[in-house]
């Protein structure tokens, strides 16, 4: 089964610090595309970052980066510099081949000023 | 451009009765799919629609979910009887189809279904 995981619950740092979100995830498939998506108290879900899982490369999206180790399956998002605006619920998500999303249960995170 | 829209934002409604779930997915986008999340749980597919038709349902819990989309555009999920355990956010997404794949689905605000 296709599964991923956040192991972290909830988080809290302070603004203008650096936190990383962990992300596991499970697949025996080859080609996928993995994704963190961002849902502010508001609710509207948007996407954060993408990375596809053939390209060696980390995807970076201005303060948003991520460390995609392949062979471990892992896939953590980096926020430098973290705003009160980043508050928010993260989700780890994983594409696959028939379009579907799993997604993690989430990471609460808290920038305090 | 407009983004995915969901109606309502919130439903109260009582254990047996119906509900009716409306979203207007991006102009265009021939891909639309529902999830819902449960609290506490993860967001789990719940179906995926390639313009008019049902590409896959297999995340569907069970009959009493009916979902239509009418000509390709805006779609609806009927929960009838509604049961507690259908609490949750029901969340729509759409996407459009492109060559090579990766396209980013967009999702909708959620609608917050409580069911007592």
């Known amino acids: 089964a296709q599964t991923v995981t956040q192991s972290q619950p909830e988080m809290s740092v302070q603004e203008a610090e650096t936190v990383t979100l962990s992300c596991t995830y499970d697949?025996?498939?080859?080609?996928?595309?993995l994704f963190w998506y961002k849902q502010p108290p508001s609710r509207q879900m948007i996407l954060v970052i993408r990375q596809e899982a053939y390209k060696q490369q980390n995807a970076t999206e201005n303060r948003f980066s991520v460390n995609f180790q392949k062979a471990a399956k892992s896939f953590s998002l980096k926020i430098s510099d973290s705003q009160l605006g980043d508050t928010a619920m993260y989700f780890c998500a994983f594409r696959r081949g028939d379009d579907k999303i799993i997604f993690g249960k989430g990471t609460r995170l808290h920038i305090l000023p | 451009e407009a983004g995915v829209t969901q109606f309502p934002s919130h439903s109260v409604i009582e254990k047996g009765q119906t509900v009716t779930l409306r979203c207007d997915p991006i102009?265009?986008?021939?891909?639309l799919y529902w999830y819902r999340r449960v609290m506490g749980k993860e967001i789990k597919f719940l179906l995926h629609?390639?313009?008019?038709?049902?590409?896959?349902e297999s995340g569907m819990p069970n009959n009493r979910f009916l979902a239509e989309r009418t000509g390709g555009t805006y779609s609806t999920l009927k929960v009838q009887p509604a049961e507690l355990e259908d609490s949750g956010v029901y969340f729509c997404a759409s996407s459009p189809t492109e060559l090579g794949g990766g396209y980013e689905q967009y999702f909708g605000p959620g609608t917050r279904l409580t069911v007592t």
């Open positions: 629609f390639v313009k008019e038709s049902k590409q896959d």
């Open positions: 697949t025996s498939e080859s080609n996928y595309y």
């Open positions: 102009s265009g986008h021939d891909n």
